[in-house]
């Protein structure tokens, strides 16, 4: 029972840090990136390539992370601009298509190039006792750098300047712009900032199983779902839902069976959803 | 401004607008519901692309720039639906009006002296206040952005009378300290009281300019919007 919530929070955790990059687009213009998946999968497949081709894993997942925060900014400085350039419903519906377009179009390239392509992150080092529960050394890592991250984010975003300018944002746009704030340079930043941690949770999440190339539609989803429990735009909400799903997940798992976690999942959603509208922790 | 046009949908609302504001001047724009007051200051400050005529601030052209960038260059607005950070506290919302710099101690020293009532409330959360603390707020906000010129767009909207004038008061006072201002109000005696010079807009054109005596006492605007058969 102790081990399978353990393993629970390690999976919460990394479900966490990934909602946490699609929240916060969604927070900030009302846009939910369906192609955030497929930025992960390209992540990973540029791990993969930098790795294979003799790199130490460090600098392998380094150049994974900052692949797929370029093709986040690519998108954002491209198909993105004309976008934010409408508002409203407009612009809502309009995000979803020209992400979903993206989304097949990241998909197609990769499977064209390599349908087998997968990643896998070895970390050496044997179990190690929490709570005296064996944990493998690579759940350990994954937490840790997924804490860490999470952790810089919330700094970043409460108690910097440029964290502030953000939220403002995501508050009131036309507040934002009357002191001075561009609304589309922070919209930047925050895509860039989104598609490092799907970056960052492909090379997590491959420690503990292989990430492949056609699992680009499963991460969005498990992103959405973590982004709708956890409020939209919320931060803290993404990670306490994280951990909400996670466990639910593994427990499922554990006393039912693996076919049926997807399911669960999402009747954990739309229970939340049925009994606070606004996600956990939603404006 | 000269000869500025502006609406939405290619559709004009305020057209041929020439206006002039000299340092340290308070101007006022009054009208009636609809007249184009709103649009006209969203016109200026970029929220509304010009559709003709430029902008011009100490010879610098900001017809095409972009609202952040009329509002680093020294144009604050203050819209009458305030636009605040609701869920940030009163501090987190000045601090960033001064953004992206550190707070100007003086300019926090004249806010707080506007309105000490904002130095009692630092740590309240901007949603949950009264109309007219969120009123005070939005002009502190919009002092800290250190402007050359602030634009009041009715800065009496939903106050009760007492309040207004207490709002008109503190405008006074900010007048007195050399600050100049741009000011839309529907009721025209408050405005007329504090500015030095007024333009009355119809329809989306200045029907009238003149100093405010000079309006006080025109038979026309005494008529229409001072209620004096
Ligand atoms: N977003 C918009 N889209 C289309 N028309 C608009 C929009 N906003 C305002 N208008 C129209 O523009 C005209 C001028 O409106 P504006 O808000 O500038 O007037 P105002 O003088 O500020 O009035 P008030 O004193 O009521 O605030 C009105 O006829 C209004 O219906
Ligand atoms: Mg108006």
Known sequence: MKAV?????????????????????????????????????????????????????????????????????????????????????????????????????????????????????????????????????????ASAITLGAGAILVVFLGATTFGRAIRSVMQDEVGARLVGISPSFTRTVIFALSGALAGLVAVTSAMSSPLTVTQGFDLTSFALIVTVVGGLGSVTGAFLAGLLLGIVDTLSAYYVGQYITSVVLLGAAGLTILIRPRGLLGR | MKGAAAGYLGQKVVEDIDLEVRTGEAVAIVGSNGAGKTTLFRAIVGLLPCMAGRVILDGVDLTRRRAHRVARAGVAYVPAERHLFPAMTVKTNLMLGAYPHRPNRETLELVFDLFPRLKERLGQQAGTMSGGEQQMLAVGRALMTQPKLLMLDEPTTGLAPKVAKAAFEAVERLKATGMTLLIAEQQVPLALSVADRAYVLENGRVRMEGTAEELEHNPEVRRAYLGVA
């Open chain 1, 5 to 141: 919530l353990l393993d629970g929070i390690v999976l919460g955790l990394g479900f966490g840090l990934l909602g946490v990059g699609l929240t916060l687009v969604y927070g900030l213009g009302g846009v939910l990136n369906l192609a955030y998946g497929e930025l992960a999968v390209l992540g990973a497949m540029v791990v993969s390539l930098v790795k294979d081709a003799g790199a130490p894993l460090a600098l392998a997942a380094v150049a994974g992370v900052a692949a797929a925060m370029a093709a986040a900014v690519l998108l954002d400085l491209t198909v993105m601009r004309p976008v934010y350039r409408q508002s409203g419903e407009h612009r809502v519906l309009l995000g979803l298509l020209v992400t979903l377009g993206v989304a097949f179009l990241i998909e197609g390239l990769l499977n064209w190039r390599d349908p087998l392509g997968a990643l896998t992150v070895d970390i050496g080092g044997g179990p190690i006792g929490i709570f005296g529960v064996p944990m493998p050394m690579s759940s350990i890592w």
